[in-house]
């Protein structure tokens, strides 16, 4: 399947706020800092929290948040106005919440992104589709093989089972070709004996009706993986993000992140994913407040 890291890059290239959020958030959590972001008036309006103002020095995080979305490079984005603030937590609506209160932050300021490379870009968006692409192709091969390979041995059994009843049908009637049967099987030879003949008695013929084939027994469903199933969740609601437009849509949206979030905190401790999962539940629950504040602003 198409890496879930790729995934979300190709689609933050696609301009899809969630899918920035979500990379930011990755790339800034050894730092303290938290992302939070929402495109409106043209340009992407973005929010950054840390317990500490050391942590949200203007010089140092400008550059490089703005490093990090041109090498995104998202799609429909050139006008970035940043913002900064200590941390507060159950703020959904901080657009409006820093525009009625703008003594709270501690520093403002506008960036703009350079143009991508546009033969960059399509490079790029070509080697997500051809990795697409692929990813699907093994797996109709590894069907194809298993259903031939199933119908040959299917075949053979059948026709060893054809063979066997009617030797065992030939032997009871006591017909000579049981005897040639036998013979053939155990690789034995011997010479016919001279024997006074016999009269067989008439014996109506038995219709022997084949073995019905066995059917092969279906797979074991494979174990639950909350990470995975997580994920894939996750990569869901990536891209819905880039086409919600109704406050309905969005709150959807910010169910299926919780959901996600959800199947994130169900990984077992002793799982080398877990410190992993722990850093998705907060980015989870962060892109389901993200569609909270949009849902409110529609």
Wanted: charge should be negative.
């Amino acid at each position: 399947m198409v890496d879930p890291i790729d995934n979300i890059a190709y689609q933050a290239r696609q301009g899809s706020v969630a899918a920035i959020i979500q990379i930011l958030n990755e790339k800034l959590a050894n730092s303290g800092v938290r992302v939070r972001a929402v495109f409106e008036d043209n340009k992407l309006q973005l929010l950054c929290e840390a317990a500490t103002v050391g942590q949200l020095d203007q010089t140092v995080l400008v550059e490089r948040v703005k490093g990090m979305l041109e090498a995104m490079s998202p799609r429909n984005i050139r006008r970035v106005s940043m913002h900064s603030r200590l941390v507060q937590e159950q703020q959904l609506l901080w657009l409006d919440e820093i525009r009625r209160e703008p003594d709270n932050l501690l520093w403002s300021q506008e960036i703009r992104l350079r143009s991508p490379n546009p033969i960059q870009r399509w490079v790029q968006d070509m080697k997500h589709n051809r990795s697409s692409t692929r990813s699907t192709l093994p797996k109709a091969a590894k069907k194809s093989d298993q259903g031939f390979w199933r119908g040959i041995v299917g075949g053979v059994s059948l026709s060893l089972l054809v063979v066997v009843v009617g030797w065992a049908v030939s032997k009871w009637l006591g017909l000579g070709w049981a005897d040639q049967v036998q013979t053939v099987l155990t690789g034995e030879s011997e010479l016919p004996e001279e024997v006074e003949p016999e009269v067989e008695p008439e014996v109506e013929p038995v219709d022997v009706l084949p073995s019905e084939p066995e059917v092969p027994q279906p797979p074991d469903p494979p174990a639950f993986d909350p990470f995975a199933q997580a994920v894939v969740l996750a990569q869901q609601a990536a891209d819905a993000g880039g086409e919600a437009q109704s406050a309905a849509e969005w709150l959807e949206l910010a169910a299926r992140w919780q959901r996600a979030a959800d199947l994130m905190n169900q990984v077992d401790v002793d799982d080398p994913r877990y410190e992993t999962a722990q850093n998705r539940v907060l980015l989870y629950q962060e892109n389901r407040q993200t569609a909270l504040a949009e849902a409110g602003n529609r």
